[in-house]
């Protein structure tokens, strides 16, 4: 008995979605329906990969431009220092 072989996994799809996919693999000229599918996959992943990252980017800004601020704010008091 094989220990190495590789499994298979089957998807049925309802028939309007099928037909979505039938019309992407035109469209995108792929020549099977798992291209379609694991074209969308990918595509997914990054798509939410780049949420995750635009929440921590906007997480990050905010902490850094109150520091600004304070910073900004002691350098003005020391500018108007002495100009009398």
């Known amino acids: 008995m094989k220990s190495n072989t590789k499994k298979k996994s089957s998807i049925t799809l309802p028939p309007t979605e099928l037909g979505l996919v039938k019309g ?15 074209r969308g996959l990918y595509l997914l992943k990054e798509q939410t990969d780049r949420a995750y990252l635009k ?9 850094v431009r109150e520091s600004l601020k304070e910073e900004l704010s002691e350098l003005d008091e020391l500018s108007d220092e002495g100009l009398e």
């Open 24 to 38: 992407l693999m035109k469209t995108l000229d792929e020549k099977s329906k798992v291209a379609v599918i694991r």
């Open 55 to 63: 929440k921590a980017y906007a997480v990050a800004s905010k902490a």
